[in-house]
């Protein structure tokens, strides 16, 4: 979505000056791969995540490190979800080309406008899950 962020003008979601009267679709093709790549790896995050506590039969009450990311991850699974169901929209408009730019465009304002600061504080915890794999704190031994 910083990709897609890069459209508009600091307040107000308006459109760059040099964007009023074009026709955006050629953009939104362009950015298509990126917003298609980031569904896919996220359904594969969250399908390796799930096998990994199944099969890696990790206990959770000696490895703290690891219940911590088990619940960044639940907590913020539900709303990555929802902003999945935005992004599906806008992929298949884009990719069959079903609907017009400007309804592709009212997409990704609505993806910005409902969860506003998330996506921020998302990136902020999966930094925070790189660091807890990495040292592995609250480890029982």
Known sequence: ????YQLFEERDFQLKGYLNGVDLTPIFNTLLPAVSTTFVVFILFLVS???F????KINLREN?????????IIITAPFEIYLM??????????FY?????SEILNLVI???KVFSSFPIIELLSYFAIFYLVLFRPLTKK
């Open 1 to 4: 979505m910083f990709l897609f």
């Open 49 to 51: 995540f799930i096998l």
């Open 53 to 56: 506590l199944f099969l890696g």
């Open 64 to 72: 703290g490190w690891l219940f911590i990311i088990l619940m960044i």
């Open 85 to 94: 169901t935005i992004d599906a929209d806008m992929i298949s408009g884009i």
């Open 97 to 101: 080309n079903t609907v017009s730019s």
């Open 110 to 112: 609505k993806r910005f």
